[in-house]
């Protein structure tokens, strides 16, 4: 008959309690690593719609601005300019927009 001692049976109980718990960390470690993975996909898809969404806000400002132009709503470049240099000259005429 094979009769073990106490403290033997107690480093066998510690020993298992440990093996469990060193087993229920590396599974959450494994799905920690999944969670991370595709949290980084989420983020990549998110940086990738964020640059397209800028890409058409900037497109559409300047197809509004071209608009503007094109229906004289707006000054161009030199004449912005020519008409704030006329404004320090004269502040009596500016029109306030």
Aim: charged share 40%; net charge positive; glycine share 4%.
């Amino acid at each position: 008959m094979n009769v073990q001692r106490p403290e033997i049976s107690k480093i066998d109980g510690a020993i298992e309690h440990a093996s469990k718990k060193l087993k229920k960390a590396s599974d959450q470690a494994s799905k920690a690593a999944i969670d991370v993975d595709e949290y980084e996909k989420k983020l990549a898809q998110l940086e990738k719609d964020k640059s397209l969404a800028e890409k058409a806000k900037e497109k559409h400002r300047k197809e509004q601005e071209k608009l503007k132009q094109e229906k004289g709503i707006s000054l161009g470049a030199e004449d912005l300019e020519e008409y704030n240099r006329l404004c320090v000259l004269s502040p009596c005429l500016s029109l306030p927009f």
